[in-house]
């Protein structure tokens, strides 16, 4: 970064020197610069600054080389090939012509000696470098790499081929379905959904960038790159996206929400597919729904003898009111729906509401919360409560009035689960408190807190035990004594978990129970960090404290707990 810095403020001073631009101009590219990634004469020229002729001059005095202009040259298709296009990209280099074994390459840093031994050992060719502008170069670079159907196929061809159907697709529009339906199109987006699905991914990301289009896979809780599409596919992938999730494919202005459902191999799948616009186009992201995935074993997820008891006593009381916290992602949802699925019988009514409404639940009355109409968590709970309920879900209390109402419903005879984001159980309260909510209430309508946090497991088929040094530990804040008692493991990485050392995700979890001695605190108003105390010498474990356990069983690594939890 700092050779970056050092090398834009050369030839800043050189432009200076050179009269092509003024000092507070060179500020201003800077500050344009800083963050973007581009090199300084790259952005000078976006910026209309400076002529990209007058840079590349000066760059050919600089690193003596010669200066070409890219628009003299048609480049012939066996010579492009010579360089591949992620190389072409990443070096931002394009092979003009071939004499001999001499290969004539623009770029724009001909004085690399990495980036010349690459295209050299890459070509077989000895490379004679010449300078072109960054725009220009980029520019051309992207015309002449335009990947054809063939290299589409390549693409694909690690992905397992299977039959897809879309249910309910609906195409009203001729011009765009001309487009997006275009076979390779079509053929890559089932692709895409069909090889997520089979190797376990939550979400797909499709994002698009200046010069580059790329897809993104998040597995096991990270995300990790799986391809880079054409950049020409950047619209009619867009649009078949959204005529699989009937958007309007001509509104690229604003946020947009839909769904995709597909059958693979007799499964049925939904796809919740979000748009939004960013200044080189829509970004897509799908979250996979797939309800044969969905466990909703509690005693499968990992939670210790002593939580695990506490969190069932919690849920089988017929009234009251139990609270799962923690950030996006951490798997609140499946926590309720889990413990919904232990108490869903048919002498009682179950009604929920979610925004959205995740996975279909038999035998349970859901409701899809819509601010559009006014159907909001409050609205919903309002209208449940004259529909008989024993059971009432709310997918997350976000203000005042939804508080009050899952409050009064806790303390009048039903059992009301539901979700906050905080950091940590005994926060909840505070959370609560803050929100407006009386503590009289507070205390005596809660009956147990979970937190929960997302680690990911220790790859079964690569497992092996690991040293870690005391640096690595310290974040833990465990005794020397502590430390020699945990045998310590990590994955060395295998075809398995993509080399990544892990596969499959457990749970963290701080379940505390709202006892007499809590109660009387909440109304005291005693701090976070005295309930925390009190609620661990009654028996609760923080998620730190969950997570070293986890250590001592194996399951995953001192990365993942220290990455997750607050010591």
């Known amino acids: 970064m700092a050779t970056a810095a050092a090398s834009s403020h050369r030839m800043g001073d050189l432009l200076i020197a050179e009269r092509l631009i003024t000092q507070d101009q060179l500020d201003q590219a800077l500050s344009e610069q800083r963050g973007s990634g581009m090199r300084l004469g790259y952005v000078l020229v976006k910026m209309g600054l400076v002529r990209e002729l007058e840079i590349t ?33 990443k070096h931002t280099a394009l092979p003009l012509k071939r004499e001999g074994r001499t290969l004539t390459v623009a770029m724009v840093e001909p004085a690399n000696a990495q980036i010349l031994d690459d295209l050299k050992f890459i070509t077989r060719c000895d490379i004679f470098p010449v300078i072109a502008g960054e725009y220009t170069l980029r520019t051309a670079i992207e015309k002449y790499y335009e990947q054809t159907d063939a290299q589409l196929e390549n693409l694909l061809q690690d992905m397992e081929e299977l039959d897809i159907e879309v249910v309910e697709e609906k195409d009203d529009d001729e011009d765009v379905g001309n487009i997006a339906d275009d076979a390779p199109v079509v ?87 979000s748009t939004l616009p960013c200044i080189f186009g829509e970004k897509i992201v799908m979250r996979i729904l797939d309800k044969s995935n969905l466990t909703l074993d509690l005693q499968t997820f990992g939670f210790e003898p002593k939580a695990e008891k506490d969190l069932m006593d919690a849920i089988s009381n017929p009234y009251g009111m139990v609270l799962v916290t923690g950030p996006t992602g951490s798997g609140k949802t499946t926590t309720l729906y889990s413990a919904l699925s232990q108490i869903n019988n048919e002498d009682v009514n179950i009604m929920t509401a979610e925004d959205p409404v995740e996975y279909n639940l038999d035998g349970i009355n859901q409701v899809m919360v819509r601010n559009d109409v006014g159907l909001t968590f409050a609205a919903a709970l309002k209208a449940f409560l004259r529909q008989d309920p024993n059971i009432i879900m709310v997918g997350e209390i976000r203000d005042l009035e939804t508080g009050s109402i899952a409050i009064k419903a806790a303390l009048t005879g039903h059992l009301v689960l539901s979700t906050l984001h905080t950091n940590d159980a005994p926060s909840t309260v505070t959370r609560m408190l803050d929100m407006g909510l009386a503590a009289f209430n507070v205390a005596s309508a809660v009956n ?22 005391e640096d690595e530990l310290a974040p833990l804040g465990l005794s020397p004594k502590e430390l020699d008692e945990i045998t310590f493991h990590k994955g060395a990485g295998c075809d398995t978990c993509a080399g990544s050392g892990y596969r499959g995700r457990a ?23 005295d309930m925390q105390k009190t609620a661990i010498e009654e028996g609760m474990l923080t998620l730190r404290m969950d997570g070293i356990m986890k250590l001592r069983k194996g399951v995953t690594t001192p990365e993942e707990v220290i990455k997750e939890t607050a010591g």
């Open 187 to 273: 053929k890559l987006i089932n692709g895409l959904l069909t090889d997520a699905v089979l190797r376990g991914a939550s979400d797909i990301h499709i994002e698009p960038f200046e010069h580059e289009l790329r897809v993104r896979y998040r597995v096991d809780g990270a995300l990790q790159v799986v391809m880079k599409p054409p950049l020409k596919l950047k619209a009619a992938l867009t649009s078949r996206v959204k005529i699989m999730s009937n958007l309007n494919i001509a509104e690229r202005r604003v946020p947009q929400d839909g769904r995709i459902k597909i059958k693979v191999k007799k499964r049925v799948i939904d796809f919740r597919v």
């Open 448 to 469: 147990l807190i979970v937190a929960q946090r997302l680690i990911r497991r220790i790859c079964a088929d690569c497992k092996e035990e690991y040293s870690y040094s």
């Open 57 to 89: 001059k000066m760059l050919a005095r600089q690193y003596r080389v010669p200066a070409v202009d890219l628009s003299q040259f048609d480049v012939d298709e066996k010579i492009v090939k010579l360089i591949p296009s992620e190389v072409a990209l």
């Open 507 to 529: 749970g963290l979890y701080e379940v505390m129970t709202v006892s007499p001695e809590l109660r009387r605190m909440i109304l005291a108003g005693a701090s976070t960090a």
